[in-house]
């Protein structure tokens, strides 16, 4: 069965530290979806990434980065220099579009950007 | 392009009662998906449409239900409202796999 599980339930950092959020994920298919989602207080998801399974190759955008390990099942999404603006709910989530194509959620990462 | 909205924004209702939401997606995307966001579950899904056909169901039971419209647009009802569901559901859009997210409608039930 698919699962995603975000160990991390709380995270404070200092404004201009890096910061983790982790990510691991459970699936019998080979071919599926990660993505990350940013939650700010009004409550609105953000659309971070999308990576399939396909595609290891780690990617930056600005001070986001994601790193992305097969052998580990790991969807990991480090924010570099943070910033108080960054401080929301973080989502990884999972879908495997030869199955049931559900989009399935981890219970999310709470981090705070303290000035 | 106008992002997904759902209307109400806020919501207080009374055990029993039943209520309907609704939720308008960007225009051009035919898949439309709600979830309940509640602070002790986390995300889960509740179901999504596509053209009209629930194409998707999570676990929750049958007083959940939703309909799609020939402009796309969504709703969801829940019947006999109980305390445990009061929550934040969001509509999502998409296309592809790239989904976008409403604001919400937080639901209270007293």
């Known amino acids: 069965a698919q699962k995603v599980t975000q160990a991390q339930t709380e995270i404070s950092v200092v404004e201009k530290e890096d910061v983790t959020l982790d990510c691991v994920y459970e699936?019998?298919?080979?071919?599926?979806?990660l993505f990350w989602y940013k939650q700010p207080p009004s409550g609105e998801l953000v659309f971070l990434i999308r990576r399939n399974s396909f595609d290891e190759q780690n990617e930056i955008s600005g001070r986001y980065s994601w790193n992305f390990q097969k052998s580990t099942s790991s969807f990991n999404f480090t924010i570099t220099a943070s910033q108080v603006v960054d401080s929301a709910v973080y989502f990884c989530?999972?879908?495997?579009?030869?199955?049931?194509?559900?989009?399935?959620f981890g219970k999310g990462t709470r981090l705070h950007i303290l000035p | 392009k106008a992002g997904v909205t759902q209307t109400p924004r806020y919501l207080i209702k009374t055990r029993g009662q039943q209520v309907t939401l609704s939720c308008s997606p960007i225009s051009g995307h035919r898949s439309v998906s709600w979830y309940q966001q509640t602070p002790g579950q986390g995300l889960q899904f509740l179901f999504e449409?596509?053209?009209?056909?629930?194409?998707n169901k999570g676990n929750f039971p049958g007083r959940f239900s939703g309909r799609q419209f020939s402009n796309s647009r969504s709703e969801m009802n829940v019947s006999t409202l109980e305390l445990g569901d009061s929550a934040l559901y969001l509509c999502?859009?998409?296309?592809?796999?790239?989904?976008?997210f409403g604001p919400g409608t937080r639901l209270t039930v007293t």
């Open positions: 989530a999972l879908s495997e579009p030869n199955r049931d194509d559900k989009i399935i």
């Open positions: 699936t019998r298919d080979t071919t599926y979806y």
């Open positions: 999502a859009s998409r296309i592809s796999y790239e989904q976008y």
């Open positions: 449409y596509f053209s009209e056909t629930q194409r």
